[in-house]
């Protein structure tokens, strides 16, 4: 598994980082932790800082103002993946720096590298959190091609298992967000609730729910849940993740494709936006 880290040094994206415990990753896996210098260089110097590189020489004499924030980005990525080592110890963690606008930044390297997961931390709390998640991670959800991970840790760690909670519809999304739980590494005794919202029939739902069902019945260790709930799934996903105190809610990324990003009232995008744990939004080929 590769994944990619957006990492600014704040607390929010420490516990990003945090987060990632309990967040079924393998025991070994490759990630970047990537810091942004919100800074234009000009076209003749490079803007992409990887490792133990140091600031590129030209830089030094065609755009001094930008060699402090560069600088600093560079040493950001570096104690950020000092940190993700604390989390995942048998992990190759790979510090990288660009003089970029953060948003796009983001975006550019995921398209470049293209890994399994982006993961982009926020309190989405306060108003300024929830401004910056609007701002960056709205961008990264819907300009890019990967799966995104929206971390937010408790202000008070939860004891005991794992919880996740699967929004099930039926749709190639959905089970793209089904088969992404099955592909992880879980403790035993992970509590999966798989969650069908909206009107459909019962028939319609049952089904949806015994498919989902089917595709992690092998996984050993899950204890597995099934309900039905009628009402908005934008209100009861994040209702459901907050009542059962869940580390976090998995949905299918439909509407979040490049051809209908202005469809911000989607499912994917209002939970990601707006619940109180953890997000992952999972692309379908066809919806990248």
């Not at 942004?36 to 030209?58: H, T």
């Not at 015994?210 to 992690?216: D, F, G, S, W, Y």
Request: proline letters at 6%.
């Amino acid at each position: 598994m590769n994944i990619l880290i957006a990492y600014d040094g704040s607390r929010a994206a420490d516990a990003a980082m945090v987060d990632l415990a309990r967040a079924g990753m393998p025991p070994k896996g490759a990630a970047r932790v990537l810091s942004i210098a919100d800074v234009l260089l000009p076209p003749s110097v490079p803007g992409r800082v990887v490792g133990s590189e140091s600031v590129p020489p030209e830089l030094m004499t065609e755009a001094p103002h930008a060699v402090v924030a560069l600088r600093d980005a560079i040493a950001t990525a570096r104690e950020g993946a000092k940190l993700l080592k604390k989390t995942l110890p048998g992990w190759d963690v790979t510090p990288v720096a660009q003089a970029d606008s953060p948003a796009w930044g983001i975006v550019k390297e995921a398209d470049s590298w293209q890994p399994d997961i982006v993961v982009v931390g926020s309190e989405g709390k306060s108003a300024v959190g929830r401004f910056l998640l609007g701002s960056i991670a709205y961008k990264v959800l819907t300009e890019g091609r990967c799966n995104v991970r929206i971390a937010r840790a408790r202000k008070t760690p939860r004891q005991g298992p794992i919880r996740i909670v699967v929004g099930v519809d039926g749709s190639p999304g959905a089970l793209a967000a089904v088969d992404l739980v099955a592909k992880r590494h879980w403790p035993a005794g992970t509590e999966v609730l798989l969650l069908h919202c909206g009107s459909s029939s019962d028939s319609e739902s049952a089904a949806a729910l015994e498919a989902a069902k089917a595709r992690l019945a092998s996984y050993r260790g899950l204890a597995l849940q099934a309900e039905m709930r009628d009402g908005d799934p934008k209100r009861e996903l994040i209702d459901a993740a907050r009542d059962w105190q869940a580390d976090a809610i998995y949905v299918g990324a439909r509407g979040l494709g490049r051809v209908d990003r202005f469809l911000l009232g989607s499912v994917s995008l209002h939970v990601a936006l707006n619940a109180d744990c953890s997000v992952g939004v999972v692309h379908t080929p066809q919806a990248k």
